[in-house]
T-cell receptor
């Protein structure tokens, strides 16, 4: 089944404790991105990646890191999480040459930073 | 900077009614526009994608139109059903780059 998976789905952590949220897709998509969703602010793009070893900042990259060492994986790293990073996070992937870059989303990761 | 606005923020209609959701954007230089639905606590499901060269797309009871020059898109839902209750989001993409989402319209269809 074609899908985007994220792990963990739920995470409660404390300020300053490094964490990684994994994202994996099995559709051989080139393009992957991370979003956060907050009430009243909608979805905002954190980082995106055009292909392996190619990443760029979205609208809200501060406090986050990403890497794209393999085509299928795009982990989101919070080196020193803070309470303002409490949010619902989504990973998405797409294949730009097919169906005009239609994006497919993972199920989301709900992160709480205490 | 691209800004995407969706009006209304919430909408409640009786079952069977036809309805229109609106999406407006400030920069007409877009590659495509995509409509999604999001159910509470769930991820996003793609509904329709309109490329910049297209005027509309249809899928079942859904029809999305795009007017780049005026910076507007509409999502038309025919014969609404309680199962259509969800939040509807539009997103615009300038190319293989940043994607900007609207804040969504929360739709409730009352049986």
């Amino acid at each position: 089944e074609a899908q985007v998976t994220q792990n963990p789905r739920y995470l409660i952590t404390v300020t300053g404790k490094k964490l990684t949220v994994t994202c994996s897709q099995n559709m051989n998509h080139e393009y992957m991105s991370w979003y956060r969703q907050d009430p009243g602010l909608g979805l905002r793009q954190i980082y995106y990646s055009m292909n392996v070893e190619v990443t760029d900042k979205g609208d809200v990259p501060e406090g986050y890191k990403v890497s794209r060492k393999e085509k299928r994986n795009f982990p989101l790293i919070l080196e020193s999480p803070s309470p303002n990073q409490t949010s619902l996070y989504f990973c998405a992937s797409s294949f730009p040459l097919a169906k005009a870059n239609e994006q497919f989303f993972g199920p989301g990761t709900r992160l709480t930073v205490l | 900077k691209q800004e995407v606005t969706q009006i209304p923020a919430a909408l409640s209609v009786p079952e069977g009614e036809n309805l229109v959701l609106n999406c407006s954007f400030t920069d007409s230089a877009i590659y495509n526009l995509q409509w999604f639905r999001q159910d509470p606590g769930k991820g996003l499901t793609s509904l329709l994608l309109i490329q910049s060269s297209q005027r509309e797309q249809t899928s079942g009871r859904l029809n999305a139109s795009l007017d780049k020059s005026s910076g507007r898109s509409t999502l038309y839902i025919a014969a609404s059903q309680p199962g259509d209750s969800a939040t509807y989001l539009c997103a615009v993409e300038p190319g293989y780059q940043k994607v900007t989402f609207g804040t969504g319209t929360k739709l409730q269809v009352i049986p």
